[in-house]
């Protein structure tokens, strides 16, 4: 507690030195941390962070300088201080710590749905097939975010159905638990000129909004009228200096507009801070896996989004070509885990199997099941961290761990066995292999070596070459 109040008091120093000019003051601090850096901890953090402030023409430079002239000085101190302090520099001894204790993955971050209900019906997504059938209590909410502080998690995400249909819960949630972060997958028409006030009165919510492209792509899988009502909530967010990202899915049918830059160049205008990109999944009985990427359509984004990261002052991620920053799968409790709306706690949002229910069964004792074990025991599924996914990328991989685990499945109305699943992705995951192979060979080496468990990844650069 003593060295938690320390740390603190120190970053918030830190941050009120710089805030006051960042500009000037940005190179001092990155001084100040070389000199106390003496074992080289932090030699690779700092040489990139010392490259992007030295450069003033770079995209990263803008992009820091962006969030003092396009963010709400309180929203940006609160962001500061819960996520960048609360939930990632001081929680990772933590996890470590309890990882070793316990002997499972421990979480940075738990993914919920408050409820399965949404205003829209796009294609391809099992949550129109719900309805309003299931839903959690914010006393359920409240109880697994308490869990969640014990395990030092600090960063909350919630997805659904459409999570703002419960948006003055989410808001009492924000108030109760201050420090913590909080975000949510919305499609972003019920966000509001008074919605937009609470997120400046408690300042620790900031939307990821999904979009499909433009007007059109947008409109065609999310339903007319969809894209400018998407335009109203990020103009609104903007005028009040919110922070506030998208949430991209790219099918085979969006990814030339999804993956241009004028799209991300859009996106920057519109003010997102950030984007995340999702590759779409084929779950549920009304998937549909013609809308799966081909393997020539998944190299385009993987390089798009390279590209991106040198070029465009907006925090971009793919969370499947970027497994390689990861060291592989983050599902599982490695990185974070899923709890539905009917409180079914799962390893993905994606995966649909447990064998664990909130009600009944702690998170802890969750991770410590037969399915998050298998995870925990399997990680990383792949040597080649540009196949990291157990379901799209390695599928047989999923069904071994569900029929070890005897998990079953959690779809509300049409119960999916594993082997169909794997169907459906088993021909992507075997043409995408050739493809990510070949990237990985050629211009990769291993990130996973600080992530390998009992020597299985033994790649080398050489054997790459």
Sequence with gaps: MVKEKFLTIMTNTVYNYMNRKPEKRMLKIVGLVDKSDKKDILKAQRMVFRKIIEDKDSNWYKY?????????????????????????????????????????????????????????????????????????????????????????????????GEPLIRKQDIIKLCDKHKDCIFTAYTNGTLIDEAFADEMQRVKNFIPAISIEGFEDETDARRGKGTYKAVVRAM?????????????????????????SEAFIDDLVAKGAKFAWFFTYIPVGADAVPELIVTADQRELMYRQIHNFRKTKPIFCVDFWNDGEYAGGCVAGGRRYLHINSAGDIEPCA????????????????????????????????????????????????????????????????????????????????????????????????????????????????????
């Design 64 to 160: 820091i300088l962006s969030m003092w002239e396009d963010i709400d000085p309180g929203i940006r101190k609160v962001f500061f201080r819960n996520f960048i302090c609360n939930a990632t520099l001081f929680s990772s001894k933590d996890h470590n710590k309890l990882q070793k204790k316990y002997g499972c993955n421990i979480p940075f971050a738990i993914l919920m749905d408050p409820t399965s209900a949404c205003n829209l019906n796009c294609t391809g997504c099992w949550a129109a097939q719900y309805g309003n059938k299931q839903s959690m209590s914010i006393e359920t909410l409240d109880n697994i975010i308490k869990q969640g502080k014990e395990l030092g998690v600090h960063f909350y995400a919630y997805s659904g």
């Design 350 to 465: 994606f995966v649909h199997y447990s064998d664990s229910n909130i009600y009944n069964t702690p998170i802890l004792d969750a991770l410590q099941g037969p399915l998050f074990m298998q995870y925990y025991k399997n990680q990383p599924f792949n040597g080649n961290h540009l196949r990291p996914c157990p379901l799209l990328d390695n599928p047989e991989r999923l069904v071994e761990m569900v029929e070890r685990s005897g998990a079953k499945s959690t779809d509300l109305l049409h119960p999916e066995d594993v082997h169909e699943l794997k169907q459906k992705c088993g021909e992507t995951a075997s043409q995408w292999a050739v493809t990510a192979d070949r990237l990985w060979a050629k211009t990769h080496t291993c990130y996973n070596c600080g992530y390998c468990r009992n020597g299985k990844d033994k790649t080398t650069v050489k054997e790459l070459k």
């Design 235 to 259: 103009e609104i967010l903007k005028k009040k200096k919110l922070a506030f990202g998208a949430s991209c899915c790219y099918t085979r049918k969006n990814i030339e507009v999804i993956g």
